[in-house]
């Protein structure tokens, strides 16, 4: 204390004399000082390389003395003796402008509004006390937009331009821009074309960030409840590992609370004649996955040329969305798992129903997922039977929670229970697949022992671990070093693709997730509003689930060992690669040259 | 979602691969190339964005973006007899409006659209210089001047053989 620091300047904000350092922003200087600022446009995920300030709704404006005009506190940064004010009634009046011209071109349907209750437009009319909108103008308007996953509904969108930056600069695929000016200026795809004719992988980052009810999930909840009041039906539940760690959230509880056997109880109080887990699929996947690459790493260490490594994993269907429309050249590269989502479709359809003597078209599998590709992954053509897909309906962590409030149930209250046996068991290995790095880490927890016939020395592998967005480590299989790659954001993924077409790759085996943190931050999980201290929270969660199962690796798992003594056979044999394998599609355009046109 | 494929002739393919190479596939080129290619092949369909977007490895949705955004950009290609209609403030207080929608409505398209024969196309411009015969239009490089709505049927007639 005392001492001055050449990198603190002094300013004043609502008269209190403050020391923030250089380049801070007025809003950042506001907020670590307990003055919160309202924002909209402004958007950011610290930690996790996300940002969005184009500096354009001016809803956080402040007064600056000596300034003539208003300064919007997201991008203007402090300077030594800047004096602020953050509540003056001229900055009010501004900001009650701002947010009513907002209203003015914005339907007030708030009360059947997917984003009601959840909604950052609707939060500031509540702050605000809005009760009258003063301005009548024309209000622009947009067709609807449906695709397997995203309900696009432009009439509500405020130009924040936070979708443009996720889809653009996050995830490089670049279905969404801004088009048009003035009025009729909105973010769409090319040629105000459906979402489905465009290159978009559906992550639902989008939608996750979306502060109104312009984007939204295409909605399965009304299907459920009819399957689960339909008593010709056996309806059958699977829960990804990233619901476990955030449904609490739309309870109220802290986030990082890990709700794994409330969320079964309320399963059950749901109806649902089954509750099961994506994890044992999961652990199912490793299996798969893990023997594949030992085998392509078997081939390419006794000098095959053809073999492709690295292996690349499969389980996030955004991610194969991505390489399909985007490296068409190396649709051999991923591992030809299918994810644990369709594994699990797949063995409840064949394996589970054989044994308990249920017909195909009388099992309805509904898959609860923190995640909105999975809403189209379940949709595609080659994980239907006969025109009857293995995953009926894929509903997020969100719609679970709507309909468990919807049957008035009081979650937090729930005693805990277990999942139903045998495709409700699992290990640790399974429930990391939440997070980016978990998938790599349960496959070399398996790998390892297969590849040496030897026990792991750990279990825990910390360098595999961590939020930065490309993480790389060399794990030593017993004197065989394996080079393994991690990426999150498809950004990123397009990054170490780029390497592996060069040539230039190191790695045996790369996981890639195409969501901030992997599925721990989903499209379909509770909304976080640009919190990342909550993604922490179910990251941490996440490795203590993991630490409180009894078994944690995957090929220790009983019931897996059971499937294939009973069913499968072997892991990529010749029953496992008919139900659990796949293939992909080049779904990038062609150009051709059309000697009709004149 | 099956593969999209897209359909061009050869010389524009040609010409359009050209342009873009002319400015090194510079993302930052893209307003230059799209005005290169308007100028060569007359107007940018989506098909013609899709390449460009190829070359210049940039998303079809930020060249649609920039298209979308000038107004100078067409996506539809010129009639063969280009219309526009003078909206400058002298012509405006003359009732150039009356004289717009009359071809809109006589022609049945909208502002910035081509009739489905090609024939015709409709736009509007700022002030043409003709102001003392104003309401004025432009039917090719040909002027009408002091214009009522009637005049409209008589001069599409002449185009019409
Ligand atoms: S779902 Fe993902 S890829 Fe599709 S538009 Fe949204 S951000 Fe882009
Ligand atoms: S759709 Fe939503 S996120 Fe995108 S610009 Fe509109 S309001 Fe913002
Ligand atoms: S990272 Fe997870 S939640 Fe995100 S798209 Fe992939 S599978 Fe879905
Ligand atoms: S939040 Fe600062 S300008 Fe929008
Ligand atoms: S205003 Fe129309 S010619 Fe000048």
Redesign the pocket.
């Known amino acids: 204390m005392g001492e001055t620091n050449m990198d603190m300047i002094k300013i004043t904000i609502d008269n209190k004399v403050v020391e923030v350092a250089k380049g801070t922003t007025i809003l950042k200087a506001a907020k670590d000082n307990n003055i919160n600022i309202p924002t909209l446009c402004y958007f950011e995920l610290a930690g996790m390389d996300i940002v969005n300030k184009p500096g354009s709704c001016r809803i956080c404006v402040v007064e600056v003395e000596g300034r003539r005009n208003l300064a919007p506190a997201c991008i203007t940064e402090c300077t030594p003796d800047m004096v602020i004010k953050t509540n003056t009634t001229r900055v009010l009046n501004a900001r009650r402008t701002v947010l009513e011209l907002l209203l003015s071109d914005h339907p007030s349907d708030c009360l059947v509004c997917p984003k009601s209750g959840d909604c950052e437009l609707q939060n500031l009319a509540i702050r605000f006390g809005i009760r009258e909108i003063n301005y009548v103008g024309e209000q622009s308007t947009y067709k609807q937009d449906d695709s397997p996953s995203i309900h696009r509904d432009?009439n509500k969108?405020?130009?924040?331009?936070?979708?443009?930056m996720m889809c653009n600069e996050f995830q490089t695929v670049g279905a969404l821009s801004a088009i048009n000016r003035g009025f009729t200026a909105v973010?769409s795809p090319a040629f105000e074309e459906d979402l489905t004719l465009t290159s978009c992988t559906f992550c639902g980052q989008?939608v996750a960030?979306?502060?109104?009810g312009?984007?939204s999930e295409i909605n399965h909840t009304g299907k459920v409840l009819r399957a689960l009041n339909d008593p010709t039906k056996t309806v059958v539940v699977q829960t990804a590992p990233a619901v476990r760690v955030a449904i609490g959230e739309e309870f109220g509880m802290a986030p990082g609370t890990i709700a794994t056997g409330q969320m079964a109880t309320a399963l059950r109080k749901l109806g649902f004649d089954y509750v099961f887990d994506t994890d044992w699929s999961a652990d199912l996947t490793i299996m798969e996955e893990g023997t594949e690459l030992l085998n392509r790493l078997k081939k390419f260490l006794a000098g095959d040329k053809d073999v492709k490594i690295p292996l690349m994993t499969s389980c996030c269907p955004a991610w194969v969305n991505f390489f399909e429309h985007n490296f068409p050249d190396m649709l051999d590269i991923p591992s030809t798992a299918k994810s644990p989502q369709q594994m699990f479709g797949a063995m409840a359809k064949s394996y589970f129903a054989e044994k308990k003597n249920i017909k195909r078209e009388d099992m309805v599998v509904v898959s609860v997922m923190p995640c909105l590709a999975k809403k189209y992954e379940c949709s595609r053509d080659e994980f239907k039977v006969n025109g009857n897909p293995d995953v009926d309906y894929s509903i997020t962590t969100r719609e679970l929670a709507s309909l468990i409030k919807l049957a008035n149930i009081d979650f937090a209250a729930l005693p805990e229970s277990k999942f139903d046996d045998p495709l409700g068991e699992s290990t640790g290995a399974g429930v990391i697949f939440g997070t980016t790095g978990g998938v790599i880490e349960a496959a070399v927890r398996t790998a390892y022992e297969i590849h040496t016939g030897k026990k792991c020395p750990k279990i825990d592998f910390e360098e595999l671990r961590g939020l930065e967005g490309i993480r790389s480590a060399t794990i030593d299989f017993d004197g065989l070093p394996i080079n393994i790659g991690i990426a999150h954001g498809l950004k990123n993924a397009r990054k170490l693709l780029e390497e592996i077409r060069e040539g230039k790759s190191k790695f045996h085996a790369i996981e890639i997730m195409a969501c901030p943190g992997g599925c721990i931050d989903g499209g379909g999980q509770p909304r976080h509003h640009g919190n990342s201290e909550i993604i922490k929270a179910r990251w941490n969660a996440i490795y203590e689930a993991d630490k409180n199962l009894p078994i944690r690796k995957s090929h220790e798992n009983p019931s897996i060992i059971q499937l294939y003594k009973e069913y499968l056979g072997e892991p990529c044999g010749e029953k496992s690669h008919h139900l659990l394998h796949t293939h992909y599609f080049n779904k990038h355009n062609v150009f051709e040259v059309d000697l009709n046109k004149k | 979602m099956a593969k999209v494929k897209i359909k061009l002739r050869q010389e524009h393919i040609d010409i359009i691969k050209s342009i873009c190479k002319k400015f090194d596939y510079k993302p930052g080129e893209l307003i230059n190339v799209l005005h290169q290619v308007q100028g060569e092949i007359g107007y940018l369909p989506a098909e013609v964005q899709e390449l460009i977007a190829e070359e210049l490895k940039i998303p079809v949705s930020k060249v649609f973006g920039v298209v979308s955004f000038y107004s100078f950009f067409t996506m539809q290609p010129k009639g063969k007899h280009p219309i526009s209609v003078c909206m400058g403030t002298a012509c405006y207080v003359r009732g150039a409006e009356s004289i717009l929608d009359e071809f809109q409505r006589v022609l049945k398209i909208g502002v910035g659209e081509t009739t489905p024969d090609g024939k015709f196309s409709l736009t509007s411009l700022r002030c043409i210089g003709a102001c003392g015969l104003a309401p004025v239009a432009m039917i090719g490089d040909k002027v009408y001047g002091r214009l009522c709505p009637d005049d409209v049927k008589k001069i599409i007639a002449e185009y019409n053989d």
């Open positions: 432009m969108c405020i130009m924040c331009r936070r979708c443009e973010v989008c960030v979306c502060p109104v312009a984007l």
